[in-house]
């Protein structure tokens, strides 16, 4: 068996895909405050369309569903036309990109919805603060999700789906990861229902099935993909038996033939949440047999032994695509150096830490 190397291309469902170096989704709420995208950030893609697909931030696909300051939709008009240059811009530059869609669940903030509580699996309370529009304040208990509320929120997905591709996205992603909505209700410690929404894991991936069986039914399983966090606690959302879910729910996807599955493990020392939780990716691997792309914590040499190992088929890049917008070529180029990204202007509106970190080409001149 030949070994792929992170520089080989990829079939990624419909997207021919140049390397295996994807760029992971990347809050950095540039939007406006009523959730459209702005012109900085064609620019900002259009940087890094080296990339052989780019995961677009994590975009919302309802007023309901979306409670961070400054991030983009893709349920009004005027959001889908705001997006058009951003995808035209990535596809001038020759690269590709699947818009992630995104309900936040019980991590919006009642002040993101005129007072009114957010929704969620269960009527549990995220810990920590939300970052709202008048600084950080406390998350609020949400209300458990009515069965109308399932119905809404699946025909929000299907809609903003239809708004991607008429957007000029190439695909989309279902955020199903990091203690977001879909989360809430796959993991038993944020899901208490005994419907056929709770309880046993079959039920509780039955909104993650729905979902993306309304994704699937608007632009074609080769334009869907899906992203898991399977081990280890996440905003508060974790599983007594996170095998018992994934695994079947991976197997399920395969089935359905999706263009790709991402998943963002935590490690023991992880920069973005850790856990002695072992990762899930080999047990998946066996039962997910489309096109695996690994997450979190990456430098070029972990990312060539996980492709080594036969587990992963992609690396998907987060910091490190956030501060070097050629990021291919200085993977390519083994020992060059890299930017250190400026944590302080991650949500700051504005070019600086967004559009302004050099290249190699330009840091040389």
Known sequence: MIVPNLFDPIQLGAVHAPNRILMAPLTRARGSRDHVPTPIMAEYYAQRAAAGLIISEATGISREGLGWPYAPGLWREDQVEAWKPVTEGVHQAGGRIFAQLWHMGRVVHPSFLDGVKPISASATTAPGEAHTYDGKQDYVEARPATLDDIARVLDDYSAATRNAIRAGFDGVQLHAANGYLIDQFLRDSSNFRTDAYGGAPENRTRLLREA???????????????????????????????????????????????????????????????????????AIRKVFSGPLVLNQDFDRESAQAALDSGVADAIAFGRRFLANPDLVERLRLVDAPYNAPDFATLYVPGEKGYTDYPTLNAAAA
């Open 212 to 282: 993306v069986a309304r994704l699937i039914a608007e632009v074609g399983a080769d334009r869907t993909a899906v992203r898991f966090s399977p081990n280890g606690p996440s905003q508060g959302v974790d599983d007594s038996n996170p095998e018992s879910v994934f695994v079947p729910a991976a197997r399920w996807l395969s089935e359905q033939g999706i263009a790709f599955l991402e998943l963002r493990e935590q490690g023991p020392n992880g920069t973005f949440g850790s856990t002695e939780v072992p990762k899930l990716s080999p």
